[in-house]
């Protein structure tokens, strides 16, 4: 899931560029990470899409994903 201030103005005390990707697996695994972009929102959608792929990607490679909240 993605959810955040796209931009251009804050939302919800968080500045604009704020992303957060979260990931829930198969194990029952649950975990998000946060992220800051700039201040272009079309920018900061694109951004925040790749960045999940990313995620995803490592998941499925067996990468680490460094700087994540974990729920157990």
Same mark, same amino acid.
């Given at each position: ?10 939302? *919800? ?15 029952? =695994? !649950?975990? &998000? ?12 959608? *694109? ?15 067996? =990468? !680490?994903? &460094? ?6």
């Amino acid at each position: 899931s993605l959810t955040g201030a796209a931009g251009p103005s804050s939302l *919800e005390g968080e500045i604009p560029g704020t992303v957060w990707v979260g990931i829930d697996t198969k194990e029952n =695994e !649950t975990f &998000a990470k946060k992220f800051h972009f700039g201040y272009k929102r079309n920018l900061n959608r *694109e951004y925040s899409v790749w960045s999940a792929f990313n995620m995803v990607r490592q998941l499925l490679v067996g =990468e !680490t994903i &460094a700087d994540t909240v974990k729920k157990k």
